[in-house]
T-cell receptor, first 110, second 115 residues
């Protein structure tokens, strides 16, 4: 079993759709949970982070962490063509390196 | 504020050749990381530096990969000799000191193709 599993696979949605991206993990010591966005041929950039359990909202983006289920989610409301990118979940213990999911490639069509 | 700089952006070599990548982190960032991102996968840590000391190199294939960070600023990652499976994007990231969460700032990466 991989330490971090990410779903779904490649995703295509129409503009305005609600998108749900998810990751599960096995290491209960993870404390920091992040979502990175990676445009084609660019490095990842931090989109949102959450410490421990809970929800965090930033504009059209909401991140949720459920440590009891070892499950994190990213919701994108009113998706836009500019949201087309690969979304990577990442997590770490205090002071350790990030462990990334494999990424979900999102395509939003206008 | 300038971002993380990497060069070259693209490199094509034949197997068994050597290659080196360069990274200049954001000014003042003490922690520097090298990641390998194979197509369709997330980045995987190769090595982490704190200033010029190695913090974690447990996933670095030391028989062929080496990295250094002289003077605690720029870093180079070398592969010698390269294998076909080394084809990937090599990402450099840096992290500022004094923040509680693990935000890392990534460079654009070097795309390596081994033929």
């Amino acid at each position: 079993q991989k330490e971090v599993e990410q779903d779904p696979g490649p995703l295509s949605v129409p503009e305005g759709a609600i998108v749900s991206l998810n990751c599960t993990y096995s290491n209960s010591a993870f404390q920091y949970f992040m979502w990175y966005r990676q445009y084609s041929r660019k490095g990842p950039e931090l989109l949102m982070y959450t410490y421990s359990s809970g929800n965090k909202e930033d504009g059209r983006f909401t991140a949720q962490v459920d440590k009891s289920s070892k499950y994190i989610s990213l919701f994108i409301r009113d998706s836009q063509p500019s949201d087309s990118a690969t979304y990577l979940c990442a997590m770490s213990e205090t002071g350790t390196a990030l462990i990334f999911g494999k990424g979900t490639t999102l395509s939003v069509s206008s | 504020e300038a971002g993380v700089a990497q060069s070259p952006r693209y490199k094509i070599i034949e197997k068994r050749q050597s290659v080196a990548f360069w990274c200049n982190p954001i000014s003042g960032h003490a922690t520097l990381y090298w990641y390998q991102q194979i197509l369709g996968q997330g980045p995987k840590l190769l090595i982490q530096f704190q200033n010029n000391g190695v913090v974690d190199d447990s996933q670095l294939p030391k028989d062929r990969f080496s990295a250094e960070r002289l003077k605690g600023v720029d870093s180079t990652l070398k592969i010698q000799p390269a294998k076909l499976e080394d084809s990937a994007v090599y990402l450099c990231a840096s992290r500022p000191t004094g923040i509680s969460y693990n935000e890392q700032f990534f460079g654009p990466g070097t795309r390596l193709t081994v033929l």
